[in-house]
């Protein structure tokens, strides 16, 4: 069963025999020939192309793929797959699903028991580039702020470096449903700030502090490593991936594109909330 709903007006979405969504309403939508689905509609963009651009989505894709946040990865999965213990099959979405390299690595361990797993994004590049390369999830372009799914019909939200949206978040949420977050820590990717500012100013905790009741705060860890990045291809990708890259001077990213190794502390609060009701 899909979880899917029309973003006019709400109703069920079921797929047809002409290969796209439709509702009882008779609101279609193809899907495309990487098989993603948009439904986002054009009076909730705020502009031609919202969210992370093409020059973003191509970085995040060869900087993952390259495993060097691999020890993040794994963290989230194990996080998921403790927290899902019990349940034989789930519905999770990955919400801010970016290229989908954490959403693959997520449904892969999940398949196992029919679970369904879920990626949608603004960003229509970041969709089809997911959709594109990873088959085992279902990718469609959406907001967090308007979510085309059903009320109470996920298990578990995972919300990694993207936009967090606590009202829509709870709608869907089935009873006791989880919500896992990765935000970045006190000193993520601190040398690379230090290069494009004048002065490191720790992250804060803003995301942390914006989740409210009912969500419950029910399990916390704090991940941390030194990557040791060798070669300007690997430097520059990490810094176009960020907001630094589109903040930093020419000069600044032409002093980057002469760095041949750099060593850089990557900081995350993975935290885990359950929606108590
Ligand atoms: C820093 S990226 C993280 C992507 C992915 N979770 C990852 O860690 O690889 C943030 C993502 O949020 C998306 N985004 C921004 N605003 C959004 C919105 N209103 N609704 C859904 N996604 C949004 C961007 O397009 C981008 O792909
Ligand atoms: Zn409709």
């Known amino acids: ?6 973003p006019h007006c709400q109703y069920s979405l079921q797929l047809t025999e002409n290969r796209n969504y439709g509702c009882e309403n ?3 939508f193809d899907i495309a020939k990487e098989g993603y689905v948009n439904l986002l509609p054009v009076n909730q963009k705020k502009s031609k192309n919202p969210g992370d651009n093409d020059v973003m989505i191509a970085a995040r894709r060869s900087f993952l793929e390259a495993g060097h946040y691999d020890s993040l990865v794994d963290e989230v999965v194990q ?7 019990e349940k034989e099959e789930a519905t999770l979405l990955d919400s801010g699903c970016g290229e989908g390299y954490y959403t693959n690595r997520i449904a892969e361990k999940l398949s196992v028991n029919n679970s369904q797993v879920f990626g949608t994004d603004i960003s229509k590049y970041a969709v089809r580039l997911a959709a594109k390369r990873y088959k085992t999830p279902n990718f469609f372009v959406s907001s967090v702020f308007n979510l085309p799914v059903a009320a109470k019909s996920v298990d578990f939200i995972v919300s ?6 606590a009202d829509e ?3 869907v949420l ?8 990765v935000s970045p820590a006190e000193n993520h990717l601190k040398e690379i700030a230090e290069l494009v500012y004048d002065e490191f100013r720790p992250h804060e905790k803003t995301i942390l502090d914006k989740v409210p009741e009912p ?3 029910i399990a916390k860890k704090h991940c941390r490593f030194v990557l040791h990045l060798e070669g300007t291809n690997a430097i520059l990708n990490l810094l176009k991936m960020t907001p630094y890259y589109w903040s930093a001077s020419e000069k600044q990213v032409a002093n980057f594109e002469i760095i041949q190794q750099m060593e850089v502390t990557c ?3 993975i935290t885990v909330f359950e929606v108590v009701v």
Do not use: E, T, W, Y
Request: hydrophobic residues 50%; glycine residues 2%.
């Open 1 to 6: 069963m899909s979880i899917l709903i029309c």
């Open 26 to 28: 008779n609101h279609q």
């Open 79 to 85: 996080l998921v797959c403790d927290q899902l213990n």
């Open 160 to 165: 990694i470096f993207a936009p967090f949206q």
């Open 169 to 171: 978040f709870q709608r």
């Open 174 to 181: 089935a009873v006791n449903g989880k919500l896992l977050i």
């Open 215 to 217: 969500f419950h705060q």
């Open 267 to 269: 900081d995350f609060n």
